[in-house]
């Protein structure tokens, strides 16, 4: 079945290691991105990328890192910089041609720094 | 650029009762719009959106949404609510015809049915 995958669905990490979020799609779409969840605060955009290595800083890319080396995948590396990176990570994408603006979504990660 | 407000952050409702939950949205230009819902733990799943034609969009579960250009707002609603429509509803806008710039999403509004 097409859709997207993200891994792991929960984590653990000790304060100030680098985590690594994978997120794979086989909707075959060109626009991929990362959004954050946290309680009442909705879904802020990280970083988005609409083609193969090239991506944009979203509104909160403070601390992180990606990369878009492939079509079907976008990780995200929540760096030791990400001064409160305990949240609810999700991964999306977008098909471009008469597609409209709807966004795919994964399951999500669940990130818990201790 | 776009913003979205959804005005209320909870509602709770009871079991076969309507509901209406609000949304507002700020654009200086033609915008698409959308209604998301996401259960505990999982990701968000698209229940209706509105592109362009009429301004009554019916969608998934039941779920409609009537956008209202004068009023700039997007409220969804449902004539008799389950159980299982407790979740959290996300309203979201995107400019129209801007390529694959990303979509605003609103802080969310939680949905609690009761019994």
């Known amino acids: 079945d097409g859709g997207i995958t993200q891994s792991p669905k929960y984590l653990f990490r000790k304060e100030g290691q680098n985590v690594t979020l994978s997120c794979e799609q086989n909707?075959?779409?060109?626009?991929m991105y990362w959004y954050r969840q946290d309680p009442g605060q909705g879904l802020r955009l990280i970083y988005y990328?609409?083609?193969?290595?090239?991506?944009q800083k979203g509104d909160i890319a403070e601390g992180y890192s990606v990369s878009r080396e492939k079509k079907e995948s976008f990780p995200l590396t929540v760096t030791s910089a990400q001064k409160n990176p305990t949240a609810f990570y999700l991964c999306?994408?977008?098909?471009?041609?008469?597609?409209?603006?709807?966004?795919?979504f994964g399951e999500g990660s669940r990130l818990t720094v201790l | 650029a776009q913003s979205v407000t959804q005005l209320d952050s909870q509602v709770p409702v009871f079991e076969e009762a309507p509901v209406e939950l609000r949304c507002n949205y700020s654009?200086?230009?033609?915008?698409?719009l959308f209604w998301y819902v996401q259960y505990p733990n999982q990701g968000l799943q698209l229940l209706l959106k509105?592109?362009?034609?009429?301004?009554l969009v019916k969608g998934i579960n039941g779920f409609e949404a009537e956008f209202n250009k004068s009023q700039t707002s997007f409220h969804l609603r449902k004539p008799s609510v389950h159980i299982s429509d407790t979740a959290e509803y996300f309203c979201?806008?995107?400019?129209?015809?801007?390529?694959?710039?990303?979509?605003?999403f609103g802080k969310g509004t939680r949905l609690s049915v009761i019994a």
């Open positions: 999306a994408s977008r098909g471009g041609g008469l597609n409209t603006g709807e966004l795919f």
């Open positions: 909707l075959n779409h060109d626009a």
């Open positions: 990328s609409q083609i193969v290595n090239d991506f």
């Open positions: 654009s200086s230009v033609s915008v698409y």
């Open positions: 509105y592109l362009s034609g009429s301004t």
């Open positions: 979201a806008v995107r400019g129209a015809n801007s390529g694959n710039t990303p979509l605003v």
